[in-house]
């Protein structure tokens, strides 16, 4: 407890999943949390239960405007934490093709819209605010799906791959700045957040659709968004201080190869 005790965070797509557990994590670690989204209803519940250490903000991050209205509600505090998480798939208005022949233009722009036009504002601006006490901290949420090929999910691939490079090149921009702005990637993969909804369903198939879908991960489960949390926290806290441009795979081993079908007890 108290790993941030005194620091400010700001995270964006903060209402659920993976940016609502890094927020609860921050509170109870004892940051001030704005919990940021454009689902104001979902943000603002997330808020309340959080209690006094936390704020609702809506904030578009694809749009220039809600970035600097966000640092100005800051007012006179200092940012210390911001972790970029806000992020769409692009199938979240129903099944359309994203891979490299046949998605639209309008399609792709829109996945990058979010997924990186708004870590690019989120750092553009973080850098900014950060930049008087010369220290501070920027998380950015990419994916597995930005260090492999995703041929069915051109868009989002392409959109977390650029976070993964874009989260160095800040890194190294605010080291050459003289900065100890430090700025990290986190690469989650199969862990469980609404996001995964429309492929598991409700019906009684859902527990073999879930194993199917954890099929070829070592540990053979999904993640949990508190798992995510715990390295944001890690990555935000003082304890962190030299790390930089670094980017954490949290994928129950997928990355790492094929693993033999785990052996009962003997």
Aim: glycine share 10%; net charge negative.
């Amino acid at each position: 407890m108290g790993r941030l005790k005194g620091k400010t965070a700001l995270i964006t797509g903060a209402a659920r999943g993976i940016g609502a557990a890094i927020a609860e994590a921050f509170v109870n670690e004892g940051a001030l949390v704005w919990v940021t989204d454009i689902d104001v209803p979902s943000g603002q519940n997330l808020s309340g239960t959080l209690g006094d250490a936390a704020r609702f903000l809506k904030l578009d991050v694809r749009v220039e405007s809600d970035w600097q209205a966000a640092m100005a509600a800051l007012d006179s505090a200092r940012l210390d934490v911001l972790v970029n998480n806000a992020g769409i798939t692009g199938f979240e208005s129903g099944a359309v093709a994203h891979d490299p022949e046949h998605a639209s233009l309008v399609d792709w722009r829109a996945v990058h819209a979010t997924n990186l036009d708004g870590v690019f504002l989120g750092c553009k601006y973080a850098i900014s605010a950060m930049r008087p006490a010369r220290q501070g901290a920027i998380i950015n949420i990419s994916s597995r799906s930005g260090l492999v090929g995703i041929p069915g999910a051109a868009a989002y691939a392409s959109s977390k791959a650029a976070v993964r490079n874009h989260s160095k090149s800040v890194a190294l921009y605010c080291a050459e700045q003289g900065l100890a702005i430090r700025c990290n990637s986190i690469h989650p993969a199969a862990v469980l957040t609404p996001m995964w909804e429309p492929m598991l369903g409700d019906g009684p198939d859902r527990a073999e659709r879930m194993a199917a879908l954890v099929a070829d991960t070592p540990l053979q489960r999904f993640g949990q968004p508190e798992e995510v949390a715990a390295i944001a926290v890690l990555l935000a806290s003082d304890e962190a201080t030299y790390i930089t441009g670094a980017e954490f795979s949290i994928d129950g081993g997928l990355l790492a190869g094929s693993a033999a079908s785990p052996k009962s007890d003997q």
